[in-house]
């Protein structure tokens, strides 16, 4: 079983910058990918960014060249590094850990953008 801890949420402003965090309970160096996904109000979860154990990356379209996504697996923590914000970023923000068979998921974090 793996615990993940999301922080970093908060209220910023559109053109600011954000960094959410991702602890996890385990070693995430076993996680096959790790990924940040958002759910906004009255809308589906949505991929934001994920990192595999090789470290490539996918992002959202909506989010390229805006956010990064690293790991550090020595600290057994994955990153969202979140710039340029948009007013249509604002959402729950959760932390995903695929280890194959298995999917967790963390609480959630706020991020809220204003204009």
């Known amino acids: 079983q793996v615990q993940l801890v999301e922080s970093g949420g908060g209220l910023a402003q559109a053109g600011g910058s954000l960094r959410l965090s991702c602890a996890a309970s385990?070693?995430?160096?076993?996680?096959?990918?790790m990924g940040w996904y958002r759910q906004a109000p009255g809308k589906q979860r949505e991929l934001v960014a994920t990192i595999t154990s090789g470290r490539s990356t996918n992002y959202a379209d909506s989010v390229k060249g805006r956010f990064t996504i690293s790991r550090d697996n020595a600290k057994n923590t994955v990153y969202l590094q979140m710039n340029s914000l948009k007013p249509e970023d604002t959402a729950v923000y959760y932390c995903n850990a695929y280890y194959r068979p298995d999917n967790y998921w963390g609480q959630g974090t706020q991020v809220t953008v204003s204009s």
């Open positions: 385990g070693s995430i160096f076993r996680a096959n990918v």
